[in-house]
């Protein structure tokens, strides 16, 4: 009994100082941190894609949280196709307009620098009327061969950024500035459009069909909610023709009508990245009426008299937009103002398609 005793005493500091008696513990587990694979980093790296081993990777963008797709330009061209700017709309409708968005182009000696730089300013433009605010320009794309040339476009999600640091201050003021580019946004764009007066009174002098609407404007992207319009606009109405008997004759009275609108509509899109905005606008419109009267007397001689009148009145309105692509936007617009020395009211339906270039 003493001898087993001691024989264990012996034993037990040996033991514990890592002797080969029987067999190892099994290891600690070790809790590491989530992340993607190294076959799904090395997929992602190859693509031209953020990945965490990449210079332009930073901490605040993890490669879970990263999406994007390629992008197709002619060998040469930096303009982008109706397709192109289609895609670009899809995954801003897909992704959201929120957070930061990336485009990667070629590092490699061909397309040149200036290239590079051109196709990544006509994106930028597009996600910018798309209500994008933050996009980045990083040349770290491997020129990847084909009939095409490729970029990558991408979106992360907006870097968690402390209360109290200058970038956390940017991201939370939608008017501070980004790259040394403002977060705000300018398009411009061409109006045509169909308008119909709507009562009885304007309709007398301009009728029922529809008349044309020419007209500039500038988009002028606050946040991605509200949009400030700046427009001019021309109408024109089609001549009208009343004819009357009097106790002379037969009267006629001949009456064109045309109108020059210039003001601003605010507009609101309810999220970032939703097709539809509602709004109003002010303007000041200037109307001209240009009118011809004759008479034709019982014995067969002609009476006429012609001339132009001129009013200056305000004008407001209640606007609807659809955004049909990049480029195409449709709105529905009722106008209200007046007309003539005794200010009669006129209203009228405006159905117009704008072209942003």
Same mark, same amino acid.
């Given at each position: ?71 197709? %330009? ?28 990336? #485009? ?18 006509? #994106? ?43 970038? +956390?201050?940017?991201? $939370? ?10 977060? $705000? ?8 459009? !169909? ?5 009885? +009174? ?18 002028? +992207? ?24 009097? %106790? ?79 480029? !195409?936007?449709?709105? !529905? ?20 398609? %704008?072209?942003? %270039?």
């Amino acid at each position: 009994m003493r001898l087993a005793l001691s024989l264990i005493l012996f034993a037990a500091p040996h033991v514990g100082r890592g002797a080969t008696l029987g067999s190892p513990p099994p290891p600690i587990p070790v809790q590491t941190a989530a992340g993607p694979s190294l076959d799904t980093a090395r997929a992602l790296h190859a693509s031209g894609a953020p990945d965490g081993d990449s210079e332009t990777q930073g901490p605040d963008l993890a490669p879970s949280s990263t999406q994007s797709e390629l992008l197709y %330009f002619e060998k040469g061209k930096a303009e982008l196709s109706n397709a192109g700017k289609e895609k670009l709309a899809a995954w801003v409708d897909a992704w959201g307009a929120s957070g930061v968005w990336f #485009v990667l182009t070629s590092k490699e000696d061909e397309p040149s620098a200036a290239l590079a730089q051109a196709r990544f300013d006509t #994106v930028e433009l597009i996600l910018r009327r798309l209500s994008v605010l933050r996009v980045e320009h990083r040349p770290t794309l491997k020129a990847i061969p084909g009939k095409f040339d490729a970029i990558r476009i991408g979106k992360t999600a907006a870097p968690p950024l402390g209360p109290g640091s200058s970038a +956390g201050a940017e991201a $939370s003021d939608p008017a501070a500035s980004l790259n040394g580019r403002s977060r $705000s946004w300018v398009g411009m764009g061409l109006q045509l459009g !169909l308008i119909s007066a709507t009562n009885n +009174g304007s309709s007398t002098t301009t009728g029922y069909l529809p008349n044309g609407a020419l007209g500039l404007h500038v988009d002028w +992207g606050l946040t991605p909610q509200w949009t400030l319009r700046p427009r001019a606009e021309a109408w024109y109405f089609s001549k009208e023709r009343q004819e009357a008997a009097t %106790f002379i004759g037969s009267q006629v009275i001949e009456s064109r009508k045309v109108a020059g609108l210039i003001g601003a509509d605010l507009l609101y899109a309810h999220n970032a990245t939703t097709r539809w905005k509602l709004g109003a606008g002010l303007y000041l419109a200037h109307w001209k009426m240009d009118s011809k009267n004759s008479i034709q007397a019982s014995d067969g001689s002609t009476i006429a008299s012609a001339g132009s009148t001129v009013w200056d009145r305000p004008a407001y309105s209640f606007i609807s937009t659809l955004r049909l692509s990049p480029a !195409l936007e449709g709105e !529905l617009r009722w106008v209200t103002s007046q007309y003539g020395y005794e200010n009669q009211p006129v209203h009228v339906m405006a159905l117009s398609l %704008f072209w942003k %270039f």
